[in-house]
């Protein structure tokens, strides 16, 4: 394809022109024409005037290469001078023309000229009295009459916007839309019908889809004796386009005009292949078509069009996929702040789990239970969460933390549960003793008050705005399976409980590609059973307190397999230091030496000499395995047993995946493979019925990924685990890493937060490395990722070049990893988007 040379609006019109629509004389100017305008090199001014009818007035309307990059402002009536007020004056009223001309001399003055705006807001109406009032304040503001030759007017229009499209301001404003530095500006010059005069004349805008819902309906406005897109803001003098009884229509002052206008509105949904807005003029009863953009449309209206053009047939299922982008997805499937709500931002931070939340402020995990028991919807603040605090997050509405960054506790739980989450808010000013929240500005909120949090931006805003309800409608589902039937990679979710494993089913994932088995262990029945095992002194001591924690693991493995009704299932066994099961503070260390019938001495002492220098680089994952075997033992027991409980005559057979966590060398695997052989050995003997399952490893250090091919001939599959990854890479605290990341990104240390889109050069090359290695060595095994990367697009198209069997992410975020899966093996066939209008 060639690359673009004159923007979308040309090229529009020029397909427009090509259907022989009523379009006016039109002369496009290139990227290069511009950009030479712009340095001082006009075009031969008399050859492009010649172009038109001498006796029309011009407009000169901007083209850049996407709409959405924007531009200058549209520039009408050029050529209007006193002579040209006199004749059009006879043709189409003194009022009329006098408008005209008033419109122009003001738009000249303030764009082009560069006067100050307030020079006419003194100027009343648009009679002659009026304009001759604007053209004696030019005068004195310019100190030179208003320019009289068309030429000369045009050429200065031209100059001033190729001018503003090459500015500091506009530049920046045009990169934070997602435009190249050096992306270019065409500009279109075009005879204009001029809207005023006798008869029906006026302007207006026409779609035929509502931009919020995308649903058919022919929406617009038209105003009588207009210009522009004035009919949007006429107000009550506006008029509906199609009969409508709250007011008079188009459709009842020119009907012939209207019937017309339909019928060109699907001629260019047809032929462009797009739901498209149209800017027309009526010049006394007579159609013209002046211009044609995209619809603006919400993520769900998109969606919505993108599937009635595929069933109508115009485009295909496969380009209605590469229609929508994949990161949008997410506000579908959450509460959304509503647009054009007012949102008074009283701090900002990472938008780390997406969704709008409302609620009353609460600072610690009994306080959100309380609240919800009182049905008041409730934001939890802390500073960082932890994995006591899990319950009050099932309880509040949002949550937002001080620390933390993408994978944080927070992060990775609110996404898990689908609850919007802001983390990293740092300049917040966070103070739970005295339970206060403060704003930069010195505004203080006290528990109890209400604020919302958008976990979409990542901002956090006073009070409660508008929001838009979550919808996943039928054109949803039906794209979304048009996206499994292109894709070639699986995908999975991560679910930690049978409530996240439902959720993970409803959005279509292939299994659960991660359960993380000691989020189970924090419920208040479970919790003081786990400390008892934690403060055992010998084996049998730990296996009393392990006995009690095994019929309810049971339970959840069994849930689990049930709804997920034979997906592979992959379990992680216990990984979390054992510390993070104890409390730290007075109150809480008096409830467990109660609890544990010992003093509180002792409890404290215990509690102190568990403490780790470094936690997350310590006594974890498979090394506690294979220091406390006695945990690894019952879980694993509670997975076979749960095996066998969940199968039954005419299901599919339920094979779970075993995933040893934390794993650095090949005598790790090889050593607690042997124990749970000999678990599984007796959970067959002791229930006369035989089962399967497969074994593995998360592959979460540098190590196991550069000995993976010692590793993967002990394992049937291989999954890495990116956020440890990414850390121990790095010497990086995923937890700490959001108190600076948006420096290094804004000073172009990173590209992005690693945390947040995968490293493909450092952490990306150990993954390499490893997938090559692990399948030299074990040809079969299966590869796959399960950090939270699994969830990003950019990640996933890694995944796919190195070879991966399938990505895990939360279960929010799978139909996001669906669609750009689905995009990334359509493009691979050639399958494109179309060039933007």
């Known amino acids: 394809m060639s690359p673009p040379t004159h923007g979308s609006r040309a090229k529009c019109l020029q397909r427009l022109v090509r259907l022989s629509l009523p379009v006016p004389r039109t002369v496009a100017l290139s990227f290069d024409s511009v950009h030479a305008i712009a340095q001082g090199n006009l075009p031969d001014m008399a050859a492009l005037t010649a172009a038109f009818d001498p006796d029309a007035l011009l407009c000169v309307r901007p083209s850049s290469q996407e709409t959405d990059w924007g531009g200058p402002g549209a520039i009408l009536n050029i050529g209007m001078n006193d002579a040209r007020l006199a004749s059009l004056a006879e043709n189409i009223g003194a009022e009329a ?12 003055a303030v764009h082009v000229a560069r006067l100050d705006p307030d020079l006419f807001d003194e100027i009343d109406g648009s009679d ?24 000369r007017q045009l050429a200065e229009v031209l100059r001033s916007m190729a001018r503003a499209w090459e500015g500091t301001t506009a530049r920046l404003l045009r990169q934070a839309r997602g435009a190249p530095v050096d992306a270019g500006l ?18 207006g805008v026409l779609q035929l889809v509502d931009s919020q819902t995308g649903l058919p309906q022919i929406t617009g406005r038209y105003l009588s004796q207009s210009q522009g897109r004035e009919a949007l803001t006429g107000g009550a003098d506006s008029l509906y386009l199609e009969r409508d009884p709250r007011g008079r229509s188009l459709e009842e002052a020119a009907p012939e005009a209207f019937a017309l206008l339909k019928d060109y509105a699907g001629v260019m949904r047809r ?21 044609g953009v995209l619809v603006p449309r919400s993520t769900r209206a998109a969606l919505r069009i993108a599937v009635r053009l595929a069933e109508d047939g115009i485009i295909t299922p496969e380009e209605a996929v590469m229609r929508i982008e994949p990161r949008a997805v ?19 931070g990472i938008a780390a789990s997406p969704g709008a939340a409302t609620g009353r402020i609460v600072f610690s995990a009994a306080e959100a239970l309380a609240s919800t028991a009182r049905n008041e919807p409730c934001i939890l603040v802390r500073r960082e969460t932890s994995p006591e605090d899990v319950r009050g997050m099932h309880a509040a509405v949002g949550v937002l933390t001080e620390r933390g960054g993408m994978t944080s506790h927070a992060a990775v739980i609110g996404r898990g549960l689908g609850l919007p989450c802001v983390v990293g808010a740092a300049r917040l000013r966070f103070n739970l003793q005295r339970k206060t929240l403060t704003s930069e500005r010195g505004q203080v909120f006290r528990e109890g008050d209400v604020i919302t949090i958008d976990g979409t931006s990542g901002d956090v805003l006073e009070g409660s705005p508008a929001t838009v309800e979550a919808a996943l409608d039928e054109a949803f589902h039906v794209l979304m399976g048009w996206a499994d039937a292109a894709r070639d990679i699986d995908i999975r979710a991560n679910a930690d409980t049978p409530k996240d494993a439902a959720t993970a089913r409803n959005f279509a994932a292939q299994g659960i590609g991660l359960c993380r088995t000691e989020h189970m262990f924090f419920e208040a029945d479970r919790l003081t059973p786990m400390r008892e095992m934690i403060f055992a002194d010998t084996p049998q001591d730990r296996q009393a307190a392990l006995a009690i924690l095994l019929p309810m693991q049971r339970k959840d493995f ?35 030496a109660e609890a544990l019938d010992l003093p509180v001495s002792d409890v404290t002492r215990r ?30 027991r509670a997975i076979f047993e749960a095996t066998l409980d969940a199968s039954h005559e005419g299901a599919p057979p339920v094979v779970p995946e075993i995933m040893l966590p934390l794993v650095s060398a090949k005598r790790e695997v090889e050593l607690l493979r042997g124990r749970i052989e000999a678990v599984a050995t007796a959970v067959r003997t002791e229930r006369g019925r035989d089962f399967t399952f497969r074994l593995g490893v998360m592959a979460e250090t540098p190590r196991a990924c550069l000995r993976a091919a010692e590793i993967a001939p002990f394992a049937h599959f291989l999954s890495f685990g990116t956020n440890d990854l990414t850390q121990m890479t790095y010497g990086l605290s995923r937890d700490d ?36 290695r692990s399948r030299a060595a074990n040809p079969g095994i299966t590869l796959s990722i399960c950090g939270e990367h699994g969830g990003n697009p950019d990640s996933i198209a890694f995944c796919r070049d190195v070879g991966m069997d399938y990505v895990s992410c939360s279960s929010f975020r799978v139909p996001v990893a669906r669609l750009a899966a689905a995009q990334l093996a359509l493009r691979a066939k050639g399958v494109k988007l179309p060039p933007k209008l």
């Open 186 to 203: 065409g500009l279109v010059v075009q005879e204009m019908a001029p809207g005023l005069g006798r008869g029906e004349c006026g302007s």
């Open 607 to 636: 509690v102190q000499s568990l403490g780790e220098y470094n936690p997350m680089l310590g006594l974890r994952g498979v090394r506690l395995g294979i220091t406390v075997p006695e945990i690894y033992d019952m879980q694993a």
């Open 558 to 592: 069994t849930e689990l397999f049930r709804i997920m009704e034979g997906m592979p299932v992959c379990i992680r066994l216990f990984d979390p230091p054992l510390h993070e099961f104890l409390p730290t503070d007075r109150h809480g260390l008096r409830d467990l």
């Open 330 to 348: 997410s506000e579908l499937l959450h509460r959304q702040i509503a647009p054009g709500a007012a949102r008074s931002v009283i701090g900002r």
């Open 128 to 151: 002659e009295e009026g304009l001759a009032r604007a053209l004696a304040a030019y005068e004195e503001e310019a100190e030179e009459p208003f320019p009289q030759d068309p030429q």
């Open 97 to 108: 023309a006098a408008g005209l001309y008033l419109r122009f001399v003001e738009a000249y």
């Open 737 to 772: 890493a959001g108190r600076f990341m948006s420096d290094y990104v804004s000073q172009g240390v990173f590209n992005e937060d690693p945390f947040h889109v995968l490293d493909t050069d450092g952490v990306g090359e150990l993954l390499a490395v490893g997938a090559e």
């Open 271 to 291: 032929r462009l292949r797009a739901e498209m807005q149209i800017e027309f003029t009526i010049q006394n009863g007579t159609l013209h078509i002046l211009d």
